[in-house]
C-alpha cells in the first residue's frame, strides 16, 4: 500500500492531476487522473478533480495499492514517432507527459509499453520491464529517445554516454534575461532533504554528482529567453536545476521555479497573460532537440538526428514577445 500525504505550503494555483505527476515518481499523469476519480486520492477529506486548481493550505492524500510488476511488460500499441530505425537501433520523439518506463502505480501506458508492441528485438541489458531503454527524459520533457534492439548496441551507447562521447542538445524558453550570451553551468547536484525528488546545486561535493552543462542563448527578451543547452554530463533534472539556479528557471517548471508561483514578481496585467499561456502549455518547456553519435560497427561514422521544436514552443515565444510590446 502506497500512502502518501502532501501539505500545501504556498500558494502555486496548478492542477491536480498536474501537481501528482511532478511529486509522485514515474507515476503517469492518466494513472493520476484514474486514482482520482475512483477517489484514491483526496483533498481535505474530500473527493476532487483532476482540474482542481490546487491552494495553500490544502492536504491531498494518496492512499493506492501498489503496483505489483511483472516480469514481462505488457505490450500496448501507440503512437511512436520513429525518427530513425536500422537493425541496431531506433530513435523515438517522445511527447511530453510519456513516463518512460513503469515503476510504482503505473505498470502501463508508458514509453517501454509501446516499444515492446512495437518492435521484434529489443536490448534487455537494463531489465525485462526496461527493454530497450539506454537513457531517459523526464515525463514532461518532449524530444528524442535512442532505442537498443540488440545488447550489443545497448553496449555501445551506454558506453558512448558514459564516455561523453554523445552530444544533445536541448531547446528550452526560460524566465527572465540571462548575464552572459553563452556560457558553462557546473556544480555538484544533491537531493532536497525535504523533497528527494527535486535536486539542488552547490559549489562543494558534498556526496553530489558533479554536473556541467554548456548554454546559449539564441534570442533574448525582456522577460524571457530561447536557450540552447548542450548538457556534458547526465544527471537526472540536470538543465532543469541548471537553468533555476542560475536565476532563469524553465518557463512551466514549477518543481524548479518556473510555474504560476514565478508571475507574482510581475505586474497584475502581464502577470494574468503569462499565468494563462503556463496552465495552457500544461508541460515545462524543455524539448530535447538533438543528438549526435557513434554507429555500431562503422568505422566511426556517426549520425546526427533531430526531433523538431513542438509548434507549441514557437506559439508560445510568439505570445510572450507580443504581450512585451
Request: with cysteine; aromatic share 8%; glycine share 8%.
Amino acid at each position: 500500500m502506497i500512502k502518501k500525504s502532501f501539505l500545501v505550503q504556498e500558494p502555486i494555483d496548478i492542477r491536480l492531476d498536474v501537481y501528482l505527476t511532478r511529486n509522485l515518481n514515474q507515476v503517469s499523469r492518466n494513472i493520476i487522473k484514474h486514482y482520482i476519480i475512483k477517489d484514491y486520492i483526496m483533498v481535505n477529506g474530500k473527493s476532487s478533480k483532476p482540474s482542481y486548481l490546487i491552494q495553500k493550505g490544502d492536504l491531498i492524500e494518496v492512499s493506492f495499492e501498489e503496483s505489483k510488476t511483472n516480469d514481462e511488460l505488457v505490450p500496448q500499441r501507440m503512437d511512436l514517432e520513429i525518427l530513425y530505425e536500422d537493425k541496431n537501433i531506433a530513435a523515438i520523439n517522445k511527447p511530453s507527459g510519456l513516463v518512460m518506463h513503469p515503476g510504482v502505480g503505473n505498470e502501463r501506458g508508458t514509453l517501454a509499453n509501446g516499444l515492446v508492441h512495437h518492435f521484434n528485438s529489443l536490448s534487455d541489458i537494463n531489465g525485462k520491464e526496461r527493454l530497450g531503454i539506454v537513457h531517459r527524459l523526464d515525463a514532461d520533457t518532449s524530444g528524442i529517445v535512442l532505442i537498443a534492439k540488440t545488447n550489443e548496441s545497448h553496449i555501445n551507447l551506454s558506453n558512448q554516454f558514459k564516455n561523453r562521447s554523445i552530444n544533445k542538445v536541448y531547446f528550452a524558453i526560460t524566465w527572465g534575461k540571462w548575464q552572459n550570451n553563452m556560457g558553462v553551468i557546473e556544480g555538484y547536484m544533491n537531493r532536497k532533504k525535504l523533497d528527494p525528488t527535486s535536486y539542488t546545486l552547490s559549489s562543494g561535493e558534498e556526496n553530489g554528482k558533479y554536473s556541467k552543462s554548456f548554454f546559449q542563448i539564441n534570442r533574448q527578451y525582456s522577460n524571457f529567453a530561447c536557450v540552447e543547452f548542450r548538457p556534458l554530463t547526465g544527471r537526472t533534472h540536470q538543465i532543469r536545476v541548471h537553468s533555476s539556479s542560475n536565476g532563469n528557471p524553465i518557463f512551466g517548471d514549477d518543481k524548479y521555479g518556473g510555474g504560476l508561483k514565478k508571475c507574482n514578481e510581475y505586474s497584475s496585467k502581464f502577470k494574468k497573460l503569462i499565468s494563462t499561456e503556463i496552465i495552457n502549455l500544461n508541460r515545462h518547456a524543455l524539448h530535447a532537440h538533438s543528438i549526435d553519435f557513434e554507429l555500431l560497427n562503422s568505422n566511426g561514422k556517426r549520425l546526427k538526428l533531430e526531433a523538431p521544436i513542438p509548434a507549441g514552443f514557437r506559439d508560445l515565444e510568439h505570445k510572450l514577445s507580443s504581450y512585451e510590446n
